[in-house]
């Protein structure tokens, strides 16, 4: 027996089994919006569940003001996007995204075969739109993938520059937007999916509704690729009590609301403490904050006062990514970076 052998690279994704008291290394939000509410009763475990998600649809489509048919949901935002690869990318194909941003891109990819192409960001981390729809043009990739609000940079990309991209080429767009509740509707491209025929937005409950936990997701798109990607995904993949959770969760979409904006009060706050601290924090639309340090050991350092952040490289300047956590823990976190040498 041989493993695949585009999956002879690839290593198991291995969460740390160690929860810290303090976990700002995975962008959740606490649990808002259920307390002691939720209630088994009522739905029907003997039962396959919807495989639609049909009352979910119904809301969602409510709340962004997208059709109904225009929307799929699925068990987490990363099985639609696998599912969008599964179902567009032919072994050796090329799918074209920007570095540094969402690992799990370049992994589908690699597990379907596919070729990932990555547009680094410029000296001072921002996106180079002219630079991905100029390489868009010459590889003619199968995909692209855009993050706005990128993650770990915390940049959005401006609804002009994807528009631009869309315009000018005929790969399928999927703009992961799986923090666009923190920078608000107005920014997303949910709208354009009327438009654009080869436009996919994808959005999920893990973030900004506390719900990671609950898996949960959901894509905008157009008919004709809603009618492609349902030949391919797997029944039932939503279950009923997943689809019980989002329907209480949009019962009061005010709640998001003021969630999100206590987050980026929280979030410019502590960006000026961290700077204040000598760190170079970039500007971010998310609810995370990506830091660059001369010290490649903070995250083991800050590990012992129980607090995780997220590492991205050993090398010098190394670079993190810092969930905005709430008062207390962006407190513990500033008293241990002043007590560890910066
Ligand atoms: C967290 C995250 C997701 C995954 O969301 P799930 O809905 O929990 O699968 C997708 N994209 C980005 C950029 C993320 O940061």
Redesign the pocket.
């Known amino acids: 027996m041989q493993i695949k052998k585009s999956l002879k690279t690839l290593h198991p994704y291995k969460p740390t089994n160690k929860r810290p008291n303090i976990k700002l290394d ?2 959740e939000s606490n649990n808002f919006l259920f307390n002691n509410t939720l209630t088994l009763k009522g739905i029907p475990l003997n039962l396959y569940p919807d495989s639609q998600s049909s009352s979910l649809k119904q809301r969602l489509s409510l709340l962004h003001g997208v059709d109904e048919e225009s929307i799929m949901v699925g068990s ?4 639609l ?1 696998e599912l969008v690869i599964k179902t567009y990318l032919n072994p050796g194909d090329t799918l074209l995204s920007i570095d540094p ?2 690992a ?1 891109y370049e992994i589908y990819t690699t597990i379907h075969s596919g070729n990932y192409v990555k547009v680094p960001v410029d000296e001072s981390y921002a996106i180079d739109m002219e630079q991905l729809t100029r390489e868009a043009k010459h590889l003619n990739p199968s995909i692209i993938i855009l ?1 706005s609000p ?2 770990p940079t915390g940049e959005r990309i401006s609804k002009d520059a994807i528009t631009t991209l869309l315009k000018s080429s005929e790969s399928l767009v999927l703009v ?1 937007e ?2 666009m509740d923190f920078t608000g509707e107005a920014h997303s491209m949910k709208h354009a999916v009327n438009t654009y025929s080869n436009l996919i937005v ?1 959005r ?4 900004a509704y506390g719900l ?1 936990g609950a ?3 959901y894509l905008f798109t157009s008919k004709n690729i809603i009618d492609d990607l349902s030949r391919v995904k797997t029944p039932y993949s939503v279950n009923a009590l997943t689809q019980a959770l989002g329907l209480e969760a949009l019962k009061d979409s005010s709640k998001i609301f003021t969630h999100c904006k206590g987050v980026k009060i929280r979030r410019e706050a502590l960006k000026e403490s961290l700077r204040d601290l000598g760190l170079v924090v970039l500007d971010s639309e998310a609810n995370f904050l990506y830091v660059i340090s001369n010290d490649a050991r903070l995250k083991d350092k800050l590990l012992n006062y129980d607090i995780a952040i997220r590492a991205f490289e050993d090398t010098v300047p190394a670079t993190y990514r810092i969930s905005v956590g709430s008062e207390e823990e962006n407190n513990a976190l500033l008293t241990a970076l002043k007590e560890v040498s910066l």
């Open positions: 995975a962008n987490g935002s990363s099985e996007i941003t969402f799990m993050c990128n993650n992961d799986a923090y994808t999920t409950f893990s973030k990671a898996r949960l997701g």
